[in-house]
């Protein structure tokens, strides 16, 4: 028999492939069963166009494992090859008798064949030191058998088979220190194979396995229990994806079910998006959106992605460039036909058709989550508690970059009472013009024309918001009461990271954010500014002392044009707030971040007057007066104070005068 060497360029291609295309070497199982199943929807379309009057229900691919002779075996009833077939496409790597099956019969909807590349069946010398097919073309009278140990070449000889399709045996290699290839041997290690990369192949994937049981008539009336063997043909796949049925015939309960036992949650998901799209890429996706954050969501384990299959076979387990990040909770898979499987990880990261999907699948997911808002606010209200602040971070760490596409998704607590879009907010803008606004509202206006102007706020400036650990800790902060005082809304800010990302947001709909211990909150009338202004002036040297008696711990005393009851608070200049320094200052290796903090003093307090006087009476207690303000004003920042015992002390001396 000849021996006859793989071409040259073959030669090379083999032993790169061997070594490099498949991180994993388990994957070979897939790509002879992706061929198996290509080989049997041959056939079954051969019968279609000749009416050969062939079923499904007839193929199956058959695996069966001897530990003995150490083989695992692989046979499909499908199309078979002849002499010339196994030399094209065996004999030559890159030759995929599958892809030109595909270029030549126009796809029917009902054939789905794998194969193009013509790598996928040398994979079997990763696990096989010795590989032999015996095929049987379909209406011929030869079987053929391939043989080959690898890289020096391969044999065909004519062989005997009975039936049409194709037997391929692998010679499983000897254990190394890399690798068990003995699990290649256990029906156990096969099924899981089978069930984590070939579930969805079309066609019964079966395995004769032997269990025990027990003998008939033992273990019953006082008999000892003597056991037996039995071997029963397992069908390892469950063949049909939920995914490519149609969503008529799918009930929510299919889907959690399918989605419980794929990515292992314990509680139905709060919602499913299934979509079949076809155009620039081709692919059908499920995706579920998790009830509740995973345990290990905020672990250093977790991996983002979706399950990537190629026409029903998967190719990777979890795909993150199909997800952005502030999508990273999303679970679920993306099936294309136009990915193929011999793909690597570094190849998939430029595949331009996975950006196309991942950008489809970005929308589609950003889509369901606008509908839920629309249509189901209760549910949309407990996803964006679950992971609003992923959408959060996702403009916070974009610099912004992603504003457009998520903002109209956010969710803020608000003055209102409950939770609020910002476009809710926006529409409700003292003075924005919103579609519905009628000639009757105008003769309002006009009324309070004057009024209005006087104010200063026929016309909302800004988009207001105070940031604090709870929703009762900001409604008591000072700095909120003249703001909603003057009927303001205000957005409540609980998350760290809210007040970083509407700092990337800038504004919404050309309003501005503004915080409420901002300077400048546009809220006075310019007597009242002139007013306050003339006060300062007047007790600049009062301040003055205060400052400087702070040493450093504010940029500046000033009066307040913010607080009505209360008699100080604590507000910052410049980019950084004070609920931002107290955010990152929590941080580990914190930097030394500090905000620019003013004490503002209400200038209708008693507490005012009672500094004035002091300031010409008795200028060391102004000093200590100071200090516990500033400390007070801290507290009810939730800030730390630097050192409550004296200030306690403080406290105490004076309540015991
Ligand atoms: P691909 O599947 O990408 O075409 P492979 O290297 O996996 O590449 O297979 C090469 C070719 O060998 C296939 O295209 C097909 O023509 C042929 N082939 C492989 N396995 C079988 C089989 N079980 N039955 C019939 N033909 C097969
Ligand atoms: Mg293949």
């Given at each position: 028999m000849e021996q006859k060497e793989f071409k040259a360029e073959s030669k090379r291609l083999l032993e790169m492939m061997i070594n490099s295309i498949y991180t994993h070497k388990e994957i070979f199982l897939r790509e002879l069963i992706s061929n198996a199943s290509d080989a049997l929807d041959k056939l079954y379309f051969k019968s279609m166009e000749e009416n050969l009057g062939l079923t499904r229900a007839d193929m199956q691919i058959k695996l069966e494992t001897d530990n003995d002779a150490r083989t695992l075996t692989i046979s499909d009833n499908g199309i078979g090859m002849t002499a010339d077939e196994l030399e094209n496409n065996l004999g030559t790597i890159a030759q995929s008798g599958s892809f030109e099956f595909k270029r030549d019969n126009e796809k029917t909807e009902d054939v789905d064949v794998i194969g193009q590349f013509g790598v996928g069946f040398y994979s079997a010398f990763m696990v096989a030191k010795k590989v032999t097919v015996i095929s049987k073309a379909y209406g011929s009278e030869k079987a053929y058998m391939w043989q080959s140990e690898g890289a020096d070449g391969y044999t065909i000889s004519e062989a005997e088979k009975d039936a049409n399709g194709t037997v391929i045996t692998l010679e499983i290699k000897d254990n190394s220190d890399e690798e068990n290839y003995d699990d290649y041997l256990k029906p156990y290690k096969i099924r899981e194979l089978v069930k984590r990369y070939s579930d969805y192949i079309r066609y019964p994937i079966i395995m004769d396995v032997?269990?025990?049981?027990?003998?008939?008539?033992?273990?019953?009336?006082?008999?000892?229990?003597?056991?037996?063997?039995?071997?029963?043909?397992?069908?390892?796949?469950?063949?049909?994806?939920?995914?490519?049925?149609?969503?008529?015939?799918?009930?929510?309960?299919?889907?959690?079910?399918?989605?419980?036992?794929?990515?292992?949650?314990?509680?139905?998901?709060?919602f499913h998006i299934h979509t079949k799209t076809e155009g620039s890429a081709t692919y059908s996706a499920l995706l579920y959106i998790p009830e509740k954050v995973p345990y290990d969501y905020y672990s250093k384990n977790f991996e983002k992605g979706l399950q990537l299959y190629s026409s029903g076979v998967m190719i990777m387990e979890k795909c993150a460039d199909?997800?952005?990040?502030?999508?990273?909770?999303?679970?679920?898979?993306?099936?294309?036909?136009?990915?193929?499987?011999?793909?690597?990880?570094?190849?998939l990261q430029h595949d331009r058709q996975l950006k196309i999907i991942a950008k489809s699948v970005e929308k589609s997911i950003k889509n369901e989550l606008k509908k839920c808002l629309k249509n189901d606010r209760e549910k949309y209200e407990k996803f964006f508690e679950q992971f609003g602040i992923q959408l959060k971070y996702g403009i916070y760490e974009s610099y912004g970059m992603n504003k457009d596409e998520l903002q109209d998704l956010l969710l803020f607590k608000t003055s209102n009472g409950g939770t609020t879009t910002l476009s809710e907010y926006y529409s409700r803008m003292k003075g924005v013009k919103t579609e519905d606004d009628n000639s009757e509202?105008?003769?309002?206006?006009?009324?309070?024309?004057?009024?209005?102007?006087?104010?200063?706020?026929?016309?909302?400036?800004?988009?207001?918001?105070?940031?604090?650990?709870?929703?009762?800790?900001?409604?008591?902060?000072?700095?909120?009461?003249?703001?909603?005082?003057?009927?303001?809304?205000?957005?409540?800010?609980?998350?760290?990271?809210?007040?970083?990302?509407?700092?990337?947001?800038?504004?919404?709909?050309?309003?501005?954010?503004?915080?409420?211990?901002?300077d400048d909150l546009g809220l006075e009338t310019e007597a009242e500014k002139e007013e306050i202004k003339k006060e300062q002036e007047d007790n600049k040297p009062l301040f003055d002392f205060m400052t400087e008696k702070l040493g450093g711990k504010v940029k500046a005393v000033c009066l307040s044009q913010r607080l009505?009851?209360?008699?100080?608070?604590?507000?910052?200049?410049?980019?950084?707030?004070?609920?931002?320094?107290?955010?990152l200052s929590a941080m580990p290796n914190a930097e030394n971040a500090k905000a620019e903090k003013i004490l503002e003093i209400n200038p209708n307090h008693a507490i005012f007057s009672k500094l004035k006087e002091l300031f010409k009476t008795d200028k060391d207690k102004a000093g200590e007066y100071a200090e516990i303000l500033y400390d007070q004003a801290l507290l009810i920042e939730g800030m730390a104070i630097e050192n409550p015992v004296e200030f306690s002390n403080k406290i105490c001396e004076i309540m015991a005068k």
């Open positions: 032997e269990h025990e049981k027990l003998k008939e008539g033992t273990g019953v009336d006082g008999k000892d229990a003597e056991y037996e063997k039995e071997t029963v043909t397992e069908t390892l796949n469950s063949q049909i994806p939920i995914w490519k049925k149609a969503k008529t015939e799918l009930k929510d309960e299919d889907y959690n079910q399918f989605y419980k036992d794929k990515f292992y949650d314990y509680t139905d998901p709060l199909l997800l952005p990040d502030y999508f990273s909770f999303v679970k679920g898979l993306v099936d294309s036909e136009d990915l193929s499987l011999n793909i690597s990880r570094e190849m509202n105008d003769n309002k206006t006009a009324e309070n024309t004057a009024e209005k102007s006087e104010e200063n706020a026929d016309e909302q400036k800004f988009i207001y918001f105070a940031s604090g650990s709870s929703i009762s800790r900001i409604e008591s902060l000072p700095q909120t009461e003249m703001v909603r005082d003057k009927g303001f809304e205000i957005l409540y800010l609980t998350d760290n990271v809210d007040e970083f990302c509407l700092q990337m947001m800038h504004d919404y709909k050309g309003k501005e954010f503004k915080s409420v211990s901002a009505k009851n209360h008699p100080v608070c604590i507000t910052s200049e410049g980019m950084l707030s004070v609920e931002m320094e107290k955010v």
